[in-house]
Each structure stands twice: as structure tokens, then as C-alpha cells.
């Protein structure tokens, strides 16, 4: 029997087998009106599609938890009612199908206002006649990329704002049937963006040392965990590095692989139950050497080092390659992402080759 196909035991939660989906943003909610950042009949096919192909866990995409703290305009929020309704739809199938519904609560700091990836992902004009975008904000006035707007560096209070955001967003994911939620720290947005020295400059209590660098992450941890079921497991998306300082090339300072396994002690104490390891995004001109899960490594040190449970990503795209990460108790469970873009019905296939098992619908009885 494949280990992938065993179930995991998360608090009061089981999921059913260890291969779950990873964020992945589809930039397709309303932009504009009473139902911005809704979720619409996409989203319901995108999620409902991996479900009915047996996958494990689903988290979705990166949802801001204010309007400002969006990518894009079109991004998934989760700051009012209409949208909880929109997503109740979601995980309602989900739930149907046997899959676990979870949530990635989301701030893009200085990477927000940014046009979708297919008309080019640049910064929007925050003012102007028909403008799209909105000023950004972020631990430090520094721009993500050479000529990117200045991000306005955000005050205590503001600071203190968003993380009651955190925890509103919280609650609206809990009364829209999810049972997973997942802080976003990585790939250089907001809390990404304090936790690494090479964005973050401050001269306060949440600049400079390490542990002034962490305060944000662990607020807004106790303060989603203060309003989230004790039951039900709080996720942390990092990433494991910069890539500034671990390839040998680049004198910049960032954050690192030693930097993850201390922080995923800290957020472990915190009541974090496991830690989603991807790597980069803070910077855009870094060396990444990409290849056949290059991520699962630093997922690995944080289960080993940390005693933090673990999901890797990163390139993970056949059933057994995914089977001997976990196998080899490298992780918990595998992330995937294009793989699941590629192959809705990823799981299904897995479980036949590797001998595991997932709920069929009767409707496709007739196929087996």
C-alpha cells in the first residue's frame, strides 16, 4: 500500500491521503464593484476538478485579506460577507467529495497593484483616470524591482491593522467551511517581506535582529490561531530562502535555510501545526537552481531540525518521486502545483499506479 495514500491526522482533522494541492492564484475574481474579489464560476471548476480527481488537501489560492493587500485586482478576498458566501459554494462541493477545503490568508505588501501575469504582471498606476492599482505598502520604503513604485512604510498602528485583518479573515474562513487556514509568509510578500533583512530596514521592534524580524509573523499567528478552532490546523507558507546568500554568487544579505529551522520553532510554540517550505520571490534577479524537487531538502531540515511537521513543493510531477519523499520521510505530505494544472486527475492516476485507493463518484463508476 503507498504511504501517499495514508491518511494524515491533523489536530481533529484527518486528510485523506498526503497529496495535496498548493495556492496558486488564478487572477480571475472581479476587479471592480460589489463584487470584487468574489469568487466566481472558474474558481468553482478549478477546485471542484481536483477534488473529483481525489486530491487530499486543497488550499486555495492566496485571498487578501484587504482590498489593498491584493497581487492583482482581480485576486480572491476574504473581507466581507459576499465573498464568504461565494467560497461556501467551494468548499461545500469540496467537503462533498471527501476533499479537505483550506485557505491561504494572504497581504502582498509591495508586490500588490500589479496587472495579471498574461498582460504582463507589471505595476498598475496607483491614480489617474481609469487607473486600476493603489499605493503599496510595506516594512520599509523599498521597491521590489528597479524602477517598481515606492512602497509607503507602514506605521506601528498600521501594522497592528493588519494584523487584526489577519484575524478577520480568519473568522470569515471559518464561517465559509474551510478547516484549514494558511498564513502566507513567502515568496517576498508582506510578512515575507519583514522576516528578510534584505527588505526589511526598520530601526524599531520589528526591524534589525531576527527576533525583531519574526513579530509580525507570530502576531498574526496568535491572533489567526486566538479566533481559529483549537481542533482545526493553522498552516505557515515560508520561504526557505532568498536565494541571496545560499548559492554562492550573491553578497546580498536575505533570509535563510538556518533563519527556517528558527522560525519554525518559534511558530511551532505559537501553535502553527505545519509548515508549507517553498523557497524565493523576494527578489527578482536571483539565481535559483531549479530542478527536480529542489525545494523538498529545506522542507526536510525543518521536520528533522524543527520536529515542525512538513508539506514540500517544488517540481514534484510523478507519483513516484512523491511517494519517495515521503516514503523517505522527507516530508509529511507533497504540494503540488502545475502538476495539478497539467493533470486534474493526478491523484486518481497516482493511486492506480501505486496501488492506493480514492473515492470515485458513482457518476464515473462506469470508467473503472
Not at 478576498?77 to 468548499?91: C, F, H, K, S, Y
Not at 505530505?333 to 497539467?342: D, I, K, P, Q
Request: a negative charge; glycine letters at 10%.
Amino acid at each position: 500500500m503507498s504511504v501517499l495514500f495514508d491518511p494524515y491526522v491533523l489536530r481533529s482533522l484527518t486528510v485523506p491521503n498526503r497529496v495535496w494541492m498548493a495556492p496558486m492564484c488564478q487572477y480571475s475574481a472581479d476587479a471592480h464593484g460589489p463584487d470584487t474579489g468574489v469568487a466566481g464560476d472558474w474558481h468553482f471548476q478549478h477546485y471542484a476538478s481536483r477534488a473529483t480527481g481525489g486530491t487530499g488537501l486543497i488550499l486555495l489560492e492566496a485571498t487578501a485579506v484587504s482590498p489593498e493587500g491584493r497581487i492583482s485586482p482581480a485576486d480572491l478576498g476574504i473581507w466581507n460577507d459576499r465573498q464568504v458566501e461565494a467560497l461556501r459554494r467551494i468548499t461545500g462541493f469540496l467537503a462533498d467529495r471527501g476533499t479537505v477545503a483550506g485557505i491561504q490568508l494572504a497581504h502582498a505588501g509591495r508586490k500588490a497593484s500589479t496587472d495579471r501575469p498574461w498582460r504582463g504582471g507589471g505595476p498598475l498606476e496607483a491614480d489617474g483616470a481609469g487607473s486600476e492599482g493603489w499605493p503599496t505598502v510595506a516594512p520599509s520604503p523599498l521597491p521590489f524591482a528597479d524602477g517598481d513604485p515606492l512602497p509607503a512604510e507602514l506605521t506601528t498602528e498600521q501594522i497592528a491593522e493588519v494584523v487584526r485583518q489577519f484575524a478577520d479573515a480568519a473568522r470569515r474562513a471559518l464561517a465559509a467551511g474551510f478547516q484549514v487556514a494558511e498564513i502566507h509568509g513567502a515568496h517576498g510578500y508582506l510578512i515575507g517581506q519583514f522576516l528578510s533583512p534584505h527588505s526589511n530596514r526598520r530601526t524599531d521592534e520589528y526591524g534589525g535582529s531576527f527576533e525583531n524580524r519574526i513579530r509580525l509573523a507570530l502576531e498574526v499567528v496568535d491572533a489567526v490561531r486566538a479566533v481559529w478552532p483549537e481542533d482545526l490546523p493553522l498552516f505557515f507558507r515560508v520561504s526557505a530562502t532568498d536565494w541571496l546568500t545560499e548559492n554562492g554568487a550573491d553578497e546580498r544579505t536575505g533570509w535563510t535555510g538556518d533563519d527556517t529551522v528558527r522560525l519554525a520553532r518559534e511558530l511551532r510554540a505559537h501553535g502553527v501545526d505545519l509548515l508549507d517550505v517553498s523557497t524565493g520571490g523576494l527578489a527578482p534577479d536571483v539565481d535559483i537552481p531549479v530542478g527536480p524537487g529542489y525545494q523538498v531538502p529545506f522542507a526536510e531540515r525543518v521536520r528533522t531540525e524543527a520536529g515542525l511537521a512538513v508539506a514540500a513543493v517544488g517540481l514534484i510531477t510523478d507519483p513516484v518521486q512523491a511517494e519517495k519523499i515521503v516514503a523517505d520521510g522527507r516530508a509529511d505530505a507533497v504540494l503540488l502545483g502545475r502538476e495539478l494544472l497539467r493533470t486534474p486527475y493526478f491523484v486518481r492516476d497516482a493511486a492506480r499506479e501505486l496501488g492506493g485507493e480514492v473515492p470515485v463518484p458513482q457518476q464515473y463508476g462506469r470508467a473503472l
